[in-house]
T-cell receptor, first 116, second 116 residues
């Protein structure tokens, strides 16, 4: 009974390619997030979606485009991949009640992206 | 601006020693949440605890305990009688409660190595 799942777990690709990472949660949460963990293990938020609406976009390049087809899914599409995009990408989900961010975020297993 | 500092980059202890991981935060919010997450070598992010800024009571869960002191803006984590399975990177994180879309601000992480 995986709560937050991501596919693929590993992604190796060439510079310039376009790739997608998929995320699904079965916790019934209304908000989903993408975080990036760099080579020094630093975690930074990229996006969050609440009820399919984008609410956080942390100055991420336009090459990154999140898409939320429904509350249980948040996919991340990356165009024209660059070497610097190599990182681990984590999806997470939680509840947000109105304008309050009161609930714990639960994370997926991560997707390790390597751009060659 | 919000910030979380984990000054200890790496800690190495021998099994059964007690160890404290430090976390200092900065925020202008009067209401906020603090979290600890564990990232074992397998890479997933595991939720450990969430504390509300209104609740300064210390918390104990088995060998884990947390000391929240608002006066010093610290939320330290102690592992008693450490075990090899405690080896992981531990992250402290901060989230504002109002109008912040659930964004988690992470510290740099502390890598704990417990040797047999």
């Amino acid at each position: 009974d995986t709560a937050v799942s991501q596919t693929p777990k590993y992604l190796v690709t060439q510079m310039g390619n376009d790739k997608s990472i998929k995320c699904e949660q079965n916790l019934g949460h209304d908000t989903m997030y993408w975080y990036k963990q760099d080579s020094k293990k630093f975690l930074k938020i990229m996006f969050s979606y609440n009820n399919k609406e984008l609410i956080i976009n942390e100055t991420v390049p336009n090459r990154f485009s999140p898409k939320s087809p429904d509350k249980a899914h948040l996919n991340l599409h990356i165009n024209s991949l660059e070497l610097g995009d190599s990182a681990v990408y984590f999806c997470a989900s939680s509840h947000i009640k109105g304008s309050l961010s009161t609930d714990t975020q639960y994370f997926g297993p991560g997707t390790r992206l390597t751009v060659l | 601006a919000q910030k979380v500092t984990q000054a200890q980059t790496e800690i190495s202890v021998v099994e059964k020693e007690d160890v404290t991981l430090d976390c200092v935060y900065e925020t202008r919010d009067t209401t906020y949440y603090l979290f600890w997450y564990k990232q074992p070598p397998s890479g997933e992010l595991v939720f450990l605890i969430r504390r509300n800024s209104f609740d300064e009571q210390n918390e104990i869960s088995g060998r884990y305990s947390w000391n929240f002191q608002k006066s010093t803006s610290s939320f330290n984590f102690t592992i008693t009688a450490s075990q090899v399975v405690d080896s992981a990177v531990y992250f402290c994180a901060l989230s504002g409660i109002y109008n912040q879309g659930g964004k988690l601000i992470f510290g740099q992480g502390t890598e704990l190595s417990v040797k047999p």
